[in-house]
């Protein structure tokens, strides 16, 4: 149903009651590391091509969010899924594999929750009743198509971000145990005139805010409604910025409870400079260890905020700046 | 927030300002004088040895110990070592021989797998080529500048 401006809430609970999160190499030293279903040693994956090791990554991830609940592709009636590569092919080609009615979706790092809430929407109405949805990203694939070959030797600023290697996707169902999905806001494109490339944190974090603080005026809560507010892959600099943006338009955002993503991946030892990003970011993490949190009870109401940077290499040639979006989608154990 | 956008893009780009990590400039600099400067003393070895070892000259051993250059940064980049390197030194070693051999390198491994022709021989040169360009094109000028005022007898 919708409420306020953009915001859809579902009072038909639509549950997520599978995951299936797998990671690269890097991603199995980071923190997280133990939230992962499958860890693989090596970021080809056996494959020819890193695109079809992005490929595998996503299937893999189906396919243990599969066997969890001992269901088939068959079982499933919508496929919602995207990554960042030039017409999301790996997400096409899992789709090809999996014969599963499929929806690609495109919102950069934002597609993960763009995903979650057209299949928790799907659910709700009752046009589906089992959905599977998710992204991926794969760091050498992403990093030759938006900036140079994995192997060149370019001093990287601290403010660039490291794509994450994984996947992250959900099995949404109108029925059984798990945490439902509650609400969902469909975000705008911002665009604050930013042109750093290597610096998205600071281009994203006013699209996060105006989502935030949308959401929040929508369902006409504050944002101590929740345990904690999730950010995608703002990063140190972009979640800084976030903060400091909120309070001038009267929003507080407790420095405790507004996490994000790209900032809870990865161990501090690892070289990743502003933190971790990736349309994989945010999947895995939401999938993986919020999921788990919630589960645990350890955390009741969460909303996650998924950012993305809708540029492309062409784009930034071109010097264009950098519009982004954010969506956001609260998770929480009990209903509306 | 919603009034004039244009002073709200100023307005943000300040408070955006605020929190960005700057590059350390001094530091990197630093590491770049002396990476670069370890790289051209390995050179100056390399031409030392061939000329000392082997029948060439001051002027004709430039050759080889460029080509050993790239041969060791070849090596480097396969092996997965040379980004790591350049993380930290920066200019150092983009600067010498070996930052061109790197961005050839690791375009020709990158590509490969689009296969020889399409992949490896298309975008070898995506990085270096506008190098090759350009070095080409101000080597033209220069030598054009210097063919007229030698016909004019200025110099």
Known sequence: MLIGKQTWEFENTPTIISTGIVGGPFEGNGKLSNTFDQIYADLWLEQNSFEQAHQLLLESACNHAFKKINRTPANVQFLIAGDLINQITPTNFTAKKLQIPYIGTFSACATSMESLALAANLINSKNANLILTGASSHNAAVEKQFRYPTEYGGQKPPTAQWTVTGAGVGLLSDKGKGPKVTSATIGKVIDMGMTDPFNMGEAMAPAAVDTIATHLNDRGIEASYYDCIITGDLAKIGRLIAIDLAKEKNLFLNEDSFLDCGLMIYNNDQEVFAGASGAGCSAVVTYGHLINQLNEKKLNKILIVATGALLSPLTVQQKQSIPCIAHAVSIENGGV | ?155
């Open chain 2, 1 to 155: 927030m919603d009034k004039s956008p244009s002073t709200t893009k100023t307005q943000y780009k300040k408070l955006a300002q605020k929190k960005e990590l700057k590059r350390p400039i001094l530091k990197n600099c630093i590491n770049a004088f002396f990476f670069g400067g370890l790289i051209c003393t390995i050179g100056q070895g390399i031409a030392t040895f061939y000329m000392y070892f082997f029948d060439f000259t001051e002027q004709t051993v430039g050759n080889p110990t460029t080509a050993t250059l790239i041969f060791i940064t070849m090596l480097l980049t396969g092996f997965g070592v040379y980004d790591h390197i350049a993380q930290f030194a920066g200019a150092g070693t983009a600067v010498p021989v070996t930052g061109f051999g790197n961005a050839v390198i690791s375009a020709a491994i990158e590509h490969r797998s689009e296969g020889f022709v399409q992949g490896v021989g298309g975008n070898m040169f995506k990085l270096a080529g506008s190098v090759i360009l350009f070095g080409v094109f101000s080597a033209f000028i220069v030598a054009l500048i210097k063919t007229l005022l030698l016909e004019w007898g200025v110099i």
